[in-house]
């Protein structure tokens, strides 16, 4: 087979519509995941069950998947938005955890004070501590000159010992055996969407936050702006759009959806800080992102597909006895089958 004969084929296979492309990914992922999970002594009809049953399997299954949803959505608008005004954040993580941090300290110390008011002034405090941790990094990337990646990378890193040193100090709770906070009060946690069901009302957050960003990159002057800054340097500075006004703006939205994602975590799903509890969110919503093709309404139903596909999979683990590396092999497989599928939006990163 020559070399024009296989771009030909590729071609034709990008013109196929993008749903078949989608479903043929996701059956040839199947295929060399099941081949992995029979090399590991399982029986890959069992497992395939397992993810199922521990995604869909029954209305908490349910919950929990959408509960997981939420968090990756925020943070996955947040990188789309990034990666289209041609931004690297690599920081959603350390943001997470910096408003998540936020977060908590007002729904420790203000729940007498504030009484009523203490859980819309705790997801306030989130925001303003994702939004300052993004600052602090566009400033250094503007300032001196140091690439966004390795800032934001860094930034990570400096979020963890930071939320550490307040849980192994002021915030931790004593005897706990584990580092984290107290338990907030009742009048801190995130409402129920449904009532006498775990489901809080972040997903509907999250959803509302896409579409918004949605307007905001395709219906407003500043998102033209993202989009012109992110497509061409020369058309921009021809324009007159200023990077250093993009970066900092994009840097700062991507912040306050992050400082939205780690509230909601603490205050709708543990109800207190935890160590780690961000850990691995960051890289999740870049996946996400790409998912998406970078589109902020796409991104809705890829965090509901890598949430699902995540829990799915971690029950087909606790079931069948797969080994948690194996579980990573599949979730990973899975999103680069999906990844080629969509095809040239991932590319643009």
């Known amino acids: 087979m020559t070399t024009t004969t296989v771009v030909a084929r590729l071609r034709s296979a990008q013109r196929m519509p993008l749903a078949l492309r989608v479903i043929l990914s996701i059956v040839c992922s199947l295929l060399c995941t099941g081949l992995l999970i029979l090399v590991a002594g399982k029986n890959p009809f069992v497992a395939y069950q397992h993810i199922l049953l521990g995604a869909f399997g029954s209305w908490p299954r349910i919950v929990v998947g959408l509960n997981k949803a939420g968090p990756y959505m925020l943070a996955g608008v947040g990188v789309a938005l990034c990666f289209r005004g041609n931004v690297a954040n690599m920081g959603a993580e ?45 400033v250094i990337n503007l300032t001196r000159g140091v690439h966004e990646v390795l800032v934001t990378l860094m930034m990570n890193f400096i979020a963890w010992l930071v939320v550490a040193e307040f849980l192994h100090g002021p915030l931790g709770e004593i005897d706990a055996g584990f580092p984290q906070t107290p338990m907030f009060e009742n009048s801190a946690w995130l409402p129920k969407l449904i009532a006498r069901t775990d489901l ?31 497509a061409s340097d020369k058309a921009a500075n021809y324009a007159g759009v200023s990077r250093a006004r993009s ?21 709708g799903v543990h109800y207190r ?77």
């Open 94 to 138: 350390g943001q997470i955890a910096m408003g998540g941090l936020a977060a908590s300290f007002v729904a420790l110390v203000g729940a007498g004070a504030l009484g009523a008011a203490v859980l819309p002034a705790a997801i306030v405090a989130g925001i303003l501590g994702g939004a300052a941790w993004a600052a602090i990094a566009a």
């Open 200 to 230: 809080h009302v972040g997903i509907v957050i999250a959803v509302l936050a896409a579409i918004s960003a949605h307007v905001l990159l395709w219906h407003t002057v500043v998102g033209f702006r993202w989009r012109l800054a992110g």
């Open 247 to 267: 970066v900092f703006g994009l840097m700062l939205v991507s912040g306050v959806l992050s400082g939205v994602a780690g509230a909601i975590e603490v205050l």
């Open 273 to 349: 800080l935890i160590e780690g509890f961000s850990l691995g969110f960051g890289f999740n919503a870049i996946a996400i992102a790409l998912l998406a093709t970078l589109k902020p309404l796409w991104v809705i139903p890829a965090a509901l597909f890598f949430a699902f596909l995540e829990t799915g999979a971690l029950s087909m683990q606790r079931q069948i006895g797969i080994p948690s590396s194996l579980v990573l092999v599949i979730q990973g497989l899975s999103l680069i089958f999906v990844l080629c599928a969509v095809g040239r939006g991932a590319r643009r990163v």
